[in-house]
């Protein structure tokens, strides 16, 4: 079935992994929703947070809805404002930062693993 | 590497396809990038404008990002505005429709096809 939702219908769930702080998840599209192969999740990160800085072997897809912020990576440093986006691959080390005052907020999509 | 950009520097497509009308798209992330599972796109629809009418074998992900829409479907029909995400899963009919003034914006999140 089509699933149509506002996003603030959806919970913001603490981040609560090591490393990250004043970080917030909501897992949009996920299998619960019927989606097989990625997940769409939106982070918001409020004034001083970051999410973890770690590596993984899968990749982010990233969109910037608000705010502004930094993604600190082993291949460089980008500042991200709305509208930008970003590709992070697998393996790479990465963290992203709120450098404002606003919420900085930005989808993130990862696969979904099937095994 | 780590990719990012600003989704403008990004061309905007017109879709050709029949039943399109006044629609373009930007392919932010896809095997170009560097991405192996998911594309990342973005849509604009003028006004008057909307997407083909038609389905396939694969899913959409889809967040709004500005403007006002209505998603038809073969499961009832779905208004949009900034901030609606919805899943549609593979081979439903499906149309997007600017019902709007501004141009009606949105992100589409595609497999890409590894065979």
């Given at each position: 079935m089509v699933v149509k939702k506002h996003y603030t219908e959806v919970n913001a769930d603490?981040?609560?992994?090591?490393?990250?702080?004043n970080t917030t998840i909501r897992w949009l599209i996920n299998e619960k929703t019927g989606a097989k192969n990625y997940a769409l999740r939106l982070f918001e990160v409020s004034e001083n947070g970051h999410t973890p800085e770690h590596s993984h072997n899968w990749e982010h897809e990233v969109f910037v809805l608000d705010g502004n912020g930094i993604l600190v990576t082993e291949d460089g440093d980008f500042t991200l404002k709305k509208g930008d986006f970003s590709y992070i691959p697998p393996m790479v080390m990465h963290q992203f930062q709120n450098t404002g005052k606003e919420v900085f907020k930005f989808l993130c999509i990862v696969p979904i693993k099937n095994d």
């Amino acid at each position: 079935m089509v699933v149509k939702k506002h996003y603030t219908e959806v919970n913001a769930d603490k981040v609560n992994m090591a490393g990250a702080s004043n970080t917030t998840i909501r897992w949009l599209i996920n299998e619960k929703t019927g989606a097989k192969n990625y997940a769409l999740r939106l982070f918001e990160v409020s004034e001083n947070g970051h999410t973890p800085e770690h590596s993984h072997n899968w990749e982010h897809e990233v969109f910037v809805l608000d705010g502004n912020g930094i993604l600190v990576t082993e291949d460089g440093d980008f500042t991200l404002k709305k509208g930008d986006f970003s590709y992070i691959p697998p393996m790479v080390m990465h963290q992203f930062q709120n450098t404002g005052k606003e919420v900085f907020k930005f989808l993130c999509i990862v696969p979904i693993k099937n095994d």
